[in-house]
């Protein structure tokens, strides 16, 4: 197989590296983000094939997260203003969840009970709203009581909202 450089394409057409020298440890912010918009300004030029580049960035992520996740608890607590290959390194706190179910507060208690059932209405009318395809007259309905709880109206189907995206699963 021939040697290909960051765009894909082999060593002898196209610069190996497009940020001037600079390796990622010591590039600025700013290089970095040449860097990405000149990988993206080769393939909009046609030197690049979009596909390829899309899965170099997406086996190099790969790559890179598991980088930082296999640091988590291996790097000491910084000190205060520490600064490092250009970077500002701190220690906060993240992923920040509270829990109230323990706090003995009444009130909380009722008021996350009827939010739950609440909850769980909502989302069961949701389902049956799925359920319809285009406008649809519907009758009124009687509780169990034989108190009407809907009046005749016409029902739309709910609107779906989504993009594409090409989902790339490395093997």
Do not use: H
Request: glycine letters at 8%; aromatic letters at 6%; a negative charge.
């Amino acid at each position: 197989m021939e040697n290909l450089n960051l765009f894909l394409q082999p060593k002898k057409e196209v610069a190996v590296l497009p940020i001037e020298n600079k390796t990622i440890v010591n590039s600025t912010k700013s290089d970095l983000s040449v860097m990405a918009s000149r990988i993206i300004e080769a393939v909009d030029d046609g030197y690049s094939d979009p596909l390829d580049t899309l899965i170099m960035a997406k086996k190099g992520a790969y790559v890179f997260k598991g980088i930082i996740e296999g640091m988590e608890g291996k790097v000491p607590t910084p000190q205060k203003g520490l600064e490092r290959l250009g970077c500002a390194i701190s220690e906060r706190t993240t992923g920040v969840k509270w829990y109230f179910d323990g706090c003995n507060d009444p009130v909380w208690v009722e008021l996350n009970q009827q939010l739950q059932e609440t909850a769980a209405k909502l989302k069961e009318r949701e389902d049956w709203l799925k359920t319809f395809t285009k406008p649809t007259d519907v009758d009124d309905q009687a509780d169990e009581d034989g108190v009407v709880t809907m009046e005749a109206r016409r029902i739309f189907p709910p609107v779906k909202i989504g993009g594409q995206s090409i989902i790339i699963s490395i093997k």
